[in-house]
Every structure is written in C-alpha cells, then in structure tokens.
C-alpha cells in the first residue's frame, strides 16, 4: 500500500488520521481521570485518549528511544507474569496501528492508572511522570510508531 495521509507511514509527530479529532491537550481533562495520590484506578479507554501497549523489554527500548520531551505519560506495570509498558496516545489515533509485539488498546478497554505519586513498583507507576501542573500532550503516535518501527529493523 502506497503511503497517503491516512496511512501510519505518513504521520508526522502530531498527525492524526484523518476524520479524527485528538485533543493533545491533557491539561483540562487531567482531573476527570487521574487516580489521587498513590491510588491505582481502572479507567476506560478510548475516552481522553488510546493506549499502545508493548512487552516491558520493547516498551522500555521504545521509551529509551523516544525524546525525552515526549516521554510523558507512559504507564509501567510490574504486576503480572508479563510486565508491560502503555504508551498514553490521543483519543482516536491509533485505529490504524500495526505494529510487531505491541497491542492498541481502545474502546471498551480498561486499564489501571497510577495516581500522580506512583513512580515507583511494584504495580503501575509513571515510567515518566508528567509536570503536573503543566503535563503537556500525550505521546505523539507518529513517533511512537516511528520509535517500534526502528527497533524492530534494528531486531533483524
């Protein structure tokens, strides 16, 4: 399939596919559903934003590759015979995902969310905690799918 603006391929940093609306600005939805404190919450997906999820290995090589102003709001998990990372990304910007040994998650999905002072294990915890009081967007998918697509040739 040739590259056109509604394939992956062709996002830049913020794009989101066409016919959908993401809204990276987390700042005025923060409240609605972050977890006080070092509680640990189920939230829905697919409402204030997706969620991509990897192997904790491959998250945590994706995460390294990242640029370190877009390494916010990412989830480490512990728990579990398979920990695992989950890469927050905009509502909406990941129906055309596809990428090895990751998983998107969307609507109708749940997961648990660590409250602002979880940055630790065991459990979920902020693999990078956001600046509360100015968080900033959500991971860009464009660079995430870039970040996987690099490790993956890099695997070969």
């Not at 990897?54 to 877009?70: K, Q, R, T």
């Amino acid at each position: 399939m040739a590259a056109t603006e509604s394939h992956p391929s062709s996002w830049s940093r913020d794009a989101v596919p066409p016919g959908h609306h993401a809204s990276p600005d987390t700042a005025g939805t923060l409240r609605a559903w972050l977890p006080p404190g070092d509680v640990i919450r189920s939230v829905p997906v697919g409402v204030w934003w997706d969620v991509v999820r990897m192997p904790e290995a491959l998250g945590l090589d994706v995460f390294h590759a990242l640029p370190a102003s877009d390494r916010h709001f990412v989830i480490h998990d512990t728990w579990g015979p398979q920990p695992r990372l989950y890469f927050l990304v905009p509502a909406g910007t990941t129906a055309f995902w596809r990428a090895e040994h990751t998983e998107r998650l969307g609507c109708h999905t749940f997961i648990g969310v660590p409250g602002r002072l979880r940055r630790e294990p065991p459990g979920p915890h902020w693999a990078a905690a956001p600046d509360w009081h100015a968080p900033g967007p959500l991971v860009p998918v464009g660079l995430l799918l870039a970040a996987v697509g690099h490790h993956s040739r890099c695997e070969r």
